[in-house]
Nanobody, 121 residues
Framework: QVQLVESGGGLVQPGGSLTLSCTASGRIDSINDMGWYRQAPGKQRELVAVITSGGTTDYADSVKGRFTISRDNTKNTVSLQMNNLKPEDTAVYYC???????????????WGQGTQVTVST
C-alpha cells in the first residue's frame, strides 16, 4: 500500500509565509508528477502547482511569483513554499503524487489527507 502524509498548514496573516510538505511511503516503484491542489469553500478543487520527475514546474496564474514547488526524490517528498500569502489563498491544500506501486502495472493518483491554510488578520 501507498500513503501520502501532509504537514505544514495553519493560520497566517496576509503577507506571511508557509511551507507545506507531503511524503509518500509504502511499496513505491516510481513516482512521476507531484503536485498541489486546493479547494476553497464552495469552489471546485484547482491545480496550484506541479513538478515533473525531471524537475519542470508549472503554476496557476494566481500564485506565480509567490509560490515555489520542489521535490526531493530521495525522500519521496514534495514541498510548496508559499510567500506573500493573500486571503484568497485560504483553502484546504491537497498533495497529489502519480505513483507506480510494486507489482502494479500502471501509475495511479494518490492524494494526501488535506491541510488547512487560512490567511487572515
Amino acid at each position: 500500500q501507498v500513503q501520502l502524509v501532509e504537514s505544514g498548514g495553519g493560520l497566517v496573516q496576509p503577507g506571511g509565509s508557509l511551507t507545506l510538505s507531503c511524503t509518500a511511503s509504502g511499496r513505491i516503484d516510481s513516482i512521476n508528477d507531484m503536485g498541489w491542489y486546493r479547494q476553497a469553500p464552495g469552489k471546485q478543487r484547482e491545480l496550484v502547482a506541479v513538478i515533473t520527475s525531471g524537475g519542470t514546474t508549472d503554476y496557476a496564474d494566481s500564485v506565480k511569483g509567490r509560490f515555489t514547488i520542489s521535490r526531493d526524490n530521495t525522500k519521496n517528498t514534495v514541498s510548496l513554499q508559499m510567500n506573500n500569502l493573500k486571503p484568497e489563498d485560504t483553502a484546504v491544500y491537497y498533495c497529489n503524487q502519480k505513483i507506480r506501486a510494486w507489482f502494479v502495472p500502471t501509475t495511479r493518483d494518490y492524494w494526501g489527507q488535506g491541510t488547512q491554510v487560512t490567511v487572515s488578520t
